[in-house]
């Protein structure tokens, strides 16, 4: 088993509103198959800022709409500056995506990393 960067890079949220995270290099949705964990690093938020992470996928991949399927609600500075999904598996059309809901646009680097 081995453990590979999918996708990286750095998003400004708030545009657009919300940032779908694997259309920077590749499809959006992604249909490669396999085990996935979504890091972003969320040291930058400050009094007033809110965001949320998502993770969206399609049930059966034909012709189905990508739905959540997690998802995590961040406000405020926060204590722990590295926000971790649980491992999902995802295969029909997936996409992990940030909303920042209040305060003022944020940079925040992000990786995707797979278990091959």
Known sequence: MAITQHESGTRTAGTPPE???TALNTTNPDTTDGVYQFFVDVSAMARGDAIEVQV??????????????????????????????PSIILMHGWTFQLKQTAGTARSFPWSIRKIA
């Not at 996928?57 to 999904?85: H, I, L």
């Open 19 to 21: 940032a779908g995270f």
């Open 56 to 85: 969206l996928e399609k049930c059966t991949g034909s012709g189905d709409t990508a739905r959540v399927v997690f998802g995590s609600y961040m406000a405020n500075q926060m204590d722990e500056p590295m926000w971790v999904s």
